[in-house]
């Protein structure tokens, strides 16, 4: 069953295909694993900001809690190193995971990475659901942290290389979209466990991580392994049935034919690692490093670690709070939806600007507020109207990360490398973006306490740095198949002088060297 059909033109050949449930059913069972990622994300704040949870695990800082009282400083009410490790452990373990997932991936196939990804999280979900010892905890934590590295290192790479170029971008979000889905359905279980009477709702909460690890286990064994995975692995007739299944048409064999060249292509590279540091990929490098790093440094993932947290750290009380953070987690879904729509028509370039800017301008407003109400000493209060404008700053900001930095520091990456170090990028785009996110979360609440309202500050001035890079050195790459992304690097007034010409010959006659 088709939903149209579409031709996607470059080098002067026409790919014939349609777009079928078959391929839509693919991407969105795979992408089914971002909810693992989104789920702990939301989850964590949460459960930090619980009473029961904090009495049992983190006394000291519910103690310090209680006793900061209305004339204490607000900044610093919730400041722990062990505490903010339970939350950043997991990022530190997905990214050691996120190197050995890159081999697994590479040689035995995406669809394996993404089921040990499911399985490794189930297990961490159990350990945390029963937890009776802080080691406990963090052995939970970094076995959830494992299977976010492989999800993280697999599903990426999949959607991509299962999608059409010309619809590549809005299928490779729904690894996003689920993210966000994660967040949302995490704080409104946050949210209803708060209510348990008898304490325990922070171990339902942890527990139900494995709804959507046996998600990813069962959902692994309905998906088949990518056409290049396949080649790659040397199975060639699999490769076409499966090629001839997600496009649609018999008439495969002019893609096909590229994909056997991008095949024979990549086993040519016996070291990817060396490999991407060759100048002709300086492009790549440099961007699947960059991106990952700056998405981080938008705050975004302290917004969502710790929304409950930093609610409750500006005075609104735990029900306002976790309430707070679902208002949040909702506008983070819709407007990720929004990034769908608009990726394939508007372009990459115009979402990561005009996010950068709604970003700074929010970010600021937020720095001013808390600012005015706080100062420096974290002695104040906010009304109900100013935490409700202060709800709504943030909701506008993370409305303008999740349509730009959200899903487009997981797309671009994802879409600009070719096969043969295809799986050496996306595991330096993974471990920067565990590393950062470890970095971050485990120094945000010091931070918050040394930093005060100049937070906010620290966070848009990046957003700004990261908005200029953007402007200048990433070009658009809407429409754009793999195979041809390298003329639009040769045509780039910085880049182009990495780019060799016989990488634009490759691109035009020899397609299977970059082809998805």
């Known amino acids: 069953m ?5 031709n996607i033109e470059g080098g002067g050949k026409n790919y014939e295909g349609r777009i079928t449930l078959f391929v839509i059913f693919t991407c969105v069972v795979a992408a089914s ?22 009495s049992k695990f983190f006394p000291s800082v519910e103690k310090k809690m209680k006793n900061s009282g209305d004339d204490g400083n607000m900044y610093c009410k919730f400041e722990s190193q062990i505490l903010t490790l339970f939350t950043s452990s997991l990022y ?18 995406r669809k394996i990475s993404m089921f040990f990804a499911g399985c490794v999280f189930l297990l961490g979900a159990i350990l945390n659901g029963v937890a009776n010892s802080i080691v406990l905890l963090i052995l939970g934590r970094l076995s959830l942290g494992v299977g976010v590295g492989f999800a993280n290192q697999a599903v990426p790479v999949y959607l991509a290389e299962m999608a059409p170029a010309k619809f590549r971008g809005a299928l490779n979000i729904g690894f996003t979209i689920a993210c966000t889905i994660g967040i949302l359905v ?7 466990t708060s209510k348990i009477k008898s304490g325990q709702g922070w171990r339902v909460s942890l527990a139900l991580a494995g709804v959507p690890a046996l998600m990813m286990i069962i959902g692994s064994f309905f998906l088949p392994d990518t056409p290049n995975s396949l080649l790659a692995r040397g199975h060639p007739k699999e490769a076409k049935k499966v090629l001839q299944k997600v496009r649609g048409t018999e008439n495969v064999d002019e893609e096909f034919q590229d994909l056997i060249q991008a095949s024979e292509a990549a086993k040519k590279v016996e070291h990817p ?3 991407i540091t060759q100048p002709r ?9 960059l991106i990952p790093l700056f998405q981080q440094l938008t705050g975004i993932n302290v917004i969502m670690f710790y929304a409950p947290v930093l609610f409750k750290t500006l005075g609104m009380g735990d029900d306002a709070s976790l309430i707070s953070a679902v208002i949040t987690g909702s506008v983070n879904v819709v407007s990720t939806v929004v990034s769908i729509v608009t990726v394939d028509r508007l ?22 507020l808390v600012g005015m109400k706080f100062s420096v000493s974290g002695v104040g209060s906010l009304t109900k109207g100013e935490a409700n404008f202060l709800v709504f700053l943030i909701c506008m900001y993370v409305a303008g990360f999740a349509w730009s930095w959200g899903p487009l520091g997981w797309l671009v990456p994802s879409e600009i490398c070719p096969l043969e170090i295809r799986s050496a990028g996306q595991a330096i785009n993974v471990s920067i973006n565990m590393l950062f996110t470890f970095v971050i979360g485990q120094a945000f609440l010091t931070m918050l306490c040394s930093m005060k309202f100049g937070l906010f500050f620290f966070f848009a001035g990046f957003v700004i740095i990261m908005t200029i890079f953007v402007f200048f050195f990433i070009p658009e790459t809407k429409n754009v198949p793999i195979e041809e992304i390298n003329t639009v690097w040769k045509a780039h007034w910085f880049w182009g002088k990495y780019i060799p010409d016989d990488a634009i010959i490759d691109g035009t006659h020899n397609k299977g060297k970059v082809d998805l």
């Open 186 to 192: 995490a704080n409104l279980v946050n949210y209803g």
């Open 273 to 275: 690692w060396t490999n």
């Open 33 to 54: 694993g971002g909810l693992l990622f989104g789920y702990d994300i939301g989850i964590s704040g949460g459960v930090t900001s619980m009473d029961p949870f904090l």
């Open 281 to 289: 990929y300086r492009p790549q490098l440099v961007i699947c490093c």
């Open 347 to 368: 372009g990459r370039r115009v979402l990561f600007l005009e996010g950068g800017v709604q970003m700074v301008v929010c970010q600021i407003a937020v720095a001013i």
């Open 2 to 6: 088709a939903g149209g059909t579409f």
């Open 92 to 109: 530190i373990a997905a990214l050691v995971a996120s190197f050995f997932a890159s081999v697994v991936t590479r040689k035995y196939g």
